[in-house]
């Protein structure tokens, strides 16, 4: 089981280039997130998408987009990447029961540098 | 809105230390509370949880207390080892909603 893969690791990127950044789960949860994590900063929610076919902006969406087709993929686009958009991003995913909170699983992250 | 403040680190220890780390949030709700982890080089990983005032949370040796009248949720370990070195992140989630708020995260480093 591999549980939430983020695809690439890494990626050097120049300034004004497109880039999608993958994520794929096997655990079929229905709710997905993308967050970015930066130093003194901690990890800041961008998108997310509480079932397939639906997504909302978290607290920091400008400059990116998501689309959710379907359970398992979750991709985020950078249209045309600004330095700012140096960061680490963390794909997560979450079940939605009837329990008062389902637990967040993260991917290992793709460590993104913008030049 | 919803926030989480955590102290800075790094917080630097000897093995077999005991380990506060401090947590205060603001809600307008009753939020659910929670510490992360991330070790070097992984994405974060649930360590505890606690869902109403009082609550206790415990995982490998540590735990957090719900204390509602302090809005606090502090992070504490008797005796620390070398492999609990890591970040360590406090959040929050409003109840009946996914989205989590975290705290700026603080560094530990224990030493032999």
Redesign the interface.
Known sequence: IAGITQAPTSQILAAGRRMTLRCTQDMRHNAMYWYRQDLGLGLRLIHYSNTAGTTGKGEVPDGYSVSRANTDDFPLTLASAVPSQTSVYFCASSGTGTSSYNEQFFGPGTRLTVL | GDS?TQMEGPVTLSEEAFLTINCTYTATGYP?LFWYVQYP??????LL?A?KADDKGSNKGFEATYRKETTSFHLEKGSVQVSDSAVY?CAL?D??F???V????TRLLVSP
């Open positions: 989480v659910s080089g992984e994405g974060l990983q649930l949880k869902t992140f989630s109840r009946g996914q989205k989590l975290f705290g700026t995260g």
